[in-house]
């Protein structure tokens, strides 16, 4: 395993632009989970998606918030018009289903967003 | 309600001692799995121990060991032989199973400093 990574890892962007998160999972992991943290808080889900099923959307924090996993590989988040209470850590996570619900979600190292 | 609660922001321990940090929990759901989390200041989260609501025994994984009173609904984490490089925060969270529809909750973390 060569571990879960994101791109970019650091973003800033200006109030009103779109900008768009990658993660790739591990291979074979057919879970993946996108978190927002902002300081001082624990991460925050947002979404999840089994292959390329997104089977929880409620928990994004607004319609500007979007995201994606065509192939039921890699995934994309993305924000439209972003403010600045969007500036946070979006962190990603991808796990493999397991019998017995001992699924563990390995995280990647995060993007980090500032909107000016 | 909070389902996930850390009552300490913050703890401080010498090296080489044990050092428990404390997480409660609050669900209605008989299957559940638990989970902690160190977050270094390079931002990544890593995996550390997984307890699953049915397990006999409480969990353990090298220095790390899961103190789980599920009738407390407690989970804490006990760290033996605290080393430098366990300086971070750490995270307890939860997984209810609803249907095969698992969301996650964080707690808003625990600092921990080693200091020599």
């Known amino acids: 395993d060569t571990g879960v990574s994101q791109d970019p890892r650091h973003k800033i962007t200006k109030r009103g632009q779109n900008v768009t998160f990658r993660c790739d999972p591990i291979s074979e992991h057919n879970r993946l989970y996108w978190y927002r943290q902002t300081l001082g808080q624990g991460p925050e889900f947002l979404t999840y998606?089994?292959?390329?099923?997104?089977?929880?959307k409620s928990r994004l924090l607004s319609d500007r918030f979007s995201a994606e996993r065509p192939k039921g590989s890699f995934s994309t988040l993305e924000i439209q018009r972003t403010e600045q209470g969007d500036s946070a850590m979006y962190l990603c996570?991808?796990?493999?289903?397991?019998?017995?619900?001992?699924?563990?979600?390995?995280f990647g190292p995060g993007t980090r967003l500032l909107v000016l | 309600a909070q389902k996930i609660t850390q009552t300490q922001p913050g703890m401080f321990v010498q090296e080489k001692e044990a050092v428990t940090l404390d997480c409660t929990y609050d669900?209605?759901?008989?299957?559940?799995?638990l989970f902690w989390y160190k977050q270094p200041s390079s931002g990544e989260m890593i995996f550390l121990i997984y307890q699953g609501s049915y397990d006999q025994q409480n969990a353990t994984e090298g220095r790390y060991s899961l103190n789980f009173q599920k009738a407390r609904k407690s989970a804490n984490l006990v760290i033996s032989a605290s080393q430098l490089g366990d300086s971070a925060m750490y995270f307890c969270?939860?997984?209810?199973?609803?249907?095969?529809?698992?969301?996650?909750?964080f707690g808003r973390g625990t600092s921990l400093i080693v200091h020599p």
């Open positions: 998606f089994q292959n390329e099923a997104q089977l929880e």
């Open positions: 996570a991808s796990s493999r289903t397991s019998a017995g619900g001992r699924e563990t979600q390995y």
């Open positions: 669900t209605s759901d008989p299957s559940y799995g």
């Open positions: 969270a939860m997984r209810e199973g609803r249907g095969g529809s698992y969301i996650p909750t």
